[in-house]
């Protein structure tokens, strides 16, 4: 029977309670230390039953209770000193306050993600994309960036994993209780839902609006599961990642144009938009229908202002993590866009095609977001480089090291990555500051004055720590899927917590090689069971994606192996992996271990994690490891090689794997001093904290996102938007004769001081006749390129340099020269190109024009060079 009406029951606080609801709203308390400490204190059991959610726990707990803490004097204190410190969080300067240079009224950053990882006790999250998005959010709020989240709120969220007793992965869809999470319902100014619709084929489908209080910035869920929609559209919004192709390009498009409709429905006007990954492309397709609609602009128009002011994060290093739709499926759900913009079936495809004329490739929204931005970035230096090559052929003829994507290295929020008792340890010795100090900051240089006994005595403390909760959860899941007694037994005395421990725990796709240490059982066994007792346990967890059947036989692989060779005490595999198993990893482990095929890690941050709790990393060169300091802190598993023989390259490193194990590793974790303290580990110890703690940070990969990608953005737009959008409409106009006569450029000749064999740092003068047709020389970029010529005759690695316009000769060519030189010696060459450019225009490569100097019919002159007086010499 369906109920007349339904309420929303909560607890009966009493008064001298009340900060307790407000502390429980805002996840502040998630990096928070003491507030955790305190909802722990008002009842332990259910503060862990409730997985760590306040909410449901003050929905849950005894009146009684209630009443007896009410009357206790210390917990009392202890409330109100946790609600002096959010008080003062929420209120205090910031960083942005500090160093953003005009900012415009009610400045703004919308940052959409699909996934956000920001607490155990809200699973809208899959893995390493989900917890980058929330710590990005976390450290938004810590340096005080207008910033505001935007996702959509899954009933069931990710799956929750269970083993059979073949051990091979099961998965449970709990229902997402979300009344009972810290979650606040939008409702406008009559109390009613917030609510929002988004056009699909024949219908419209609506969503209502929850917030998440996430510090200081607010992250707004988009929530389909409602009426007056039909039971297919409730299930949009069912599960993470689920579903056929059909279901993905739904809630991608209740991502990207629902969150764009869910913005202007919340009154927010960002004047930047950040799409961390593509799954929110549809955006941009949304935000040009408004403007055309709401300011009269024409679709380039739109278009431009658009661009200008939106930022894309790529995360996928193979381009077979890009979501990819048919053109069919485009034309049928997004269709209405191509006939309210005024373009052909062709050219609206296009906007998604690496190739606009290849009628045939199917639509890339990696492609439309590249496209539909003025700032894209990889999430390392390494991903930055496979990203220019992955996506090189929108820039067919640029040099893939100019190909407009930069990178900003990931980072992780360290006050929810490092155990409190470190945490302690690092506030005591080094101030409350050193999560958010630079890499400069002299505060580092303290690292080491902390006394090697504290924190070898505080790492074993937290290994221990580890072991207790691993057996715990162990029992659970036996006992759950009705294991025997003897299983349970088992389970319970499963790694020793005085023995070097490895941690292996990510998403268990196939290129991760979770198996990898598992190629030589015999050498792999001496390692584990030490002749001499040093002996050495793995701990493991991880999810495959619920289709991955692969992934699942890793998964079932490790388990058997286990078994099979009576190393299941010694090798764990820890159940149902979350933010919460991952916290006792990072800070209880010894070593963290990483070894994907490279370069297909795209960044990696469980080993930032652990590096901030003093973990040495023993991993691939892939993702950021690759630009760490992997000798001082830790150990490289190869050289950075690149194979194509896979299954040479699991031989080969495997076996460096296990020679690391042997000689380095091992030995060193197990030469002790006197006091039983391992005086060279704890040295590799403090330099972890030290090097890494700073570099790979979020305040810092903020700080870059902001000063790179977000003011600038706002002050474009803020530019083009002047004036009723007078410049922005005057950039479109001025793009729209620049592709129209773009052909009629011709580079006719090209003279030389002189033409002999060059000395180093010889100058050399160069002039150039160039007819630009219709165009003027300030549309232009004329650049000289010069760089060495490899064995391909190519140039390589080069550089460019703009020439100086010197006026028109009687035939309307333009002339340019400038004074150059040669800083090295061997095999050099150059060419000569043009470029747009425009004051508003973001980067001179975002229109995609380029002419290089065709070398059968540009005319080469020698001697006869006029100086070019007052010129600099540029040296390459």
Not at 98 to 119: K, V
Not at 167 to 173: A, I, L, P, T
Not at 483 to 505: K, N
Not at 694 to 702: G, K
Request: proline residues 5%.
């Amino acid at each position: 029977m369906r109920p007349i009406r339904t309420f929303n029951v909560t607890p009966t606080l009493p008064a001298s309670l009340a900060p307790l609801r407000q502390l429980a709203e805002n996840i502040h308390w998630d990096w928070d230390v003491g507030t955790i400490d305190l909802f722990k204190r008002l009842d332990p059991e259910l503060w862990a039953s409730s997985r760590y959610n306040p909410i449901l726990m003050l929905s849950t707990i005894s009146q009684d209770r209630l009443q007896a803490v009410a009357e206790d004097g210390g917990f009392i204190a202890q409330m109100n000193h946790a609600m002096g410190r959010l008080e003062q969080y929420l209120k205090a300067q910031s960083w942005y306050d500090a160093h953003r240079a005009n900012p415009t009224a009610n400045e703004c950053y919308a940052y959409f993600s699909m996934e956000f990882g920001l607490t155990t006790c809200l699973p809208v999250y899959s893995g390493g994309l989900g917890v980058l998005a929330g710590d990005h959010l976390k450290t938004a709020s810590d340096l005080g960036l207008p910033l505001v989240g935007v996702g959509l709120l899954y009933q069931e969220g990710y799956f929750a994993q269970y083993l059979n007793a073949d051990g091979w992965q099961q998965e449970r869809y709990p229902i997402n209780d979300f009344y009972n999470m810290p979650l606040t319902l939008e409702r406008d100014s009559q109390g009613n839902e917030l609510r929002i619709s988004v056009d699909y084929p024949g219908r419209k489908v609506y969503a209502r609006i929850w917030r998440v209080d996430v510090g200081r910035v607010p992250l707004y869920l988009l929530d389909t599961n409602i009426e007056p929609n039909a039971p297919h559209d409730q299930d949009i919004c069912d599960r993470l990642y689920g579903g056929d192709i059909d279901m993905r390009i739904h809630q991608e498009m209740m991502l990207g144009i629902g969150g764009v409709r869910m913005l202007k429905a919340l009154d927010r006007k960002p004047s930047a938009y950040h799409l961390n990954e593509g799954h929110s492309a549809f955006l941009a397709l949304e935000r040009i229908r408004m403007l055309m609609d709401d300011q009269n602009m024409s679709f380039i128009e739109a278009q431009q202002l658009a661009q200008a002011t939106q930022l894309f994060t790529t995360h996928t290093p193979v381009p077979a993590g890009i979501d990819l739709f048919p053109p069919e499926k485009i034309f049928h759900y997004l269709g209405h866009y191509a006939a309210r913009f005024g373009l052909s079936h062709e050219h609206f495809l296009g906007l998604g095609r690496e190739n606009d004329a290849d009628n045939d490739a199917p639509f890339s929204m990696a492609v439309l977001a590249i496209k539909m931005a003025s700032f894209v970035n990889g999430v390392s230096k390494l991903h930055g480089a496979v990203s220019r090559t992955m996506f090189g052929g929108l820039w067919p003829d640029l040099p893939v090291d100019e190909v407009p994507i930069t990178s900003i290295t990931n980072g992780v929020h360290a006050r929810s990555c490092v155990a409190k008792s470190t945490q302690q340890l690092y506030d005591r010795y080094l101030g409350a500051e050193w999560d958010s100090a630079g890499i400069d900051d002299a505060l580092w240089n303290k690292v080491s004055a902390i006394p090697d006994e504290e924190i070898w005595r505080n790492h074993e403390s937290c290994r221990s720590h580890l072991v207790v909760s691993v057996r715990d959860r162990m029992y659970k899941a036996v006992k759950e899927r009705g294991g025997s007694h003897l299983e349970m037994e088992r389970a319970q005395e499963v790694l020793d917590p005085s023995i070097l421990t490895i941690g292996f725990a990510r998403r268990f796709a196939t290129y991760k090689r979770a198996t990898l240490f598992l190629r030589d059982v015999e050498r792999l066994r001496k390692i584990v069971e030490n002749s001499l007792g040093r002996r050495v346990q793995f701990v493991i967890a991880g999810k495959a994606h619920p289709k991955d059947i692969p992934g699942k036989e890793l998964i079932r692989n490790i388990i058997h192996f286990t078994r099979d060779e009576g190393l299941d005490r010694s090798i764990v595999f820890v159940p149902n992996y979350d933010i919460h198993v991952a916290r006792w990893m990072v800070s209880g482990c010894d070593v963290w271990l990483n070894n994907p095929r490279r370069p297909r890690e795209a960044s990696g941050t469980s080993g930032m994690k652990a590096a901030m709790n003093g973990l040495p990393n023993l991993s691939v060169l892939d993702g950021w490891w690759d630009e760490a300091d992997y000798v001082a802190t830790g150990w490289p598993i190869g050289n950075g090689e690149d194979y194509d023989d896979q299954d040479y390259q699991d031989e080969v490193e495997a076996n460096d794997l296990y020679e690391l194990l042997e000689t380095a590793v091992v030995p060193l974790f197990y030469e002790r001093d006197g006091h039983g303290i391992p005086r060279g580990w704890v040295a590799k110890m403090k330099a972890a904290i030290r090097l890494n703690t700073p570099a790979f940070n979020t305040a810092r990969m903020l700080q870059d996102y902001a000063n790179l990608g977000y003011f600038a953005a706002s002050d474009r737009g803020r530019q083009l938007v002047a004036d009723d959008y007078a410049p922005a409409k005057a950039l479109a106009q001025w793009q729209s004769e620049l592709h129209q006569h773009w052909q009629q450029i011709s580079i006719a000749e090209i003279g030389l001081s002189h033409d002999v064999d060059l000395q180093v740092n010889e100058p050399l003068q160069v002039t150039a006749r160039v007819h630009l047709g219709h165009l003027q020389a300030s549309d232009v970029s004329v650049e000289f390129y010069q760089g060495g010529v490899d064995v391909d005759g190519e140039l390589r690695g080069g550089r460019a340099t703009a020439m100086v316009y010197r006026g028109q000769d009687p035939d309307g060519s333009s002339r340019y020269n400038l004074n150059v030189a040669y800083g090295q010696s061997g095999l050099q060459g150059f060419s000569l190109r043009v470029l747009p450019k425009h004051e508003h225009l973001s980067s001179s490569y975002l229109p995609r024009l380029i002419l290089w100097a065709d070398p059968d019919h540009v005319r080469i002159v020698i001697g006869n060079i006029e100086s070019a007086p007052g010129l600099a010499q540029v040296t390459a």
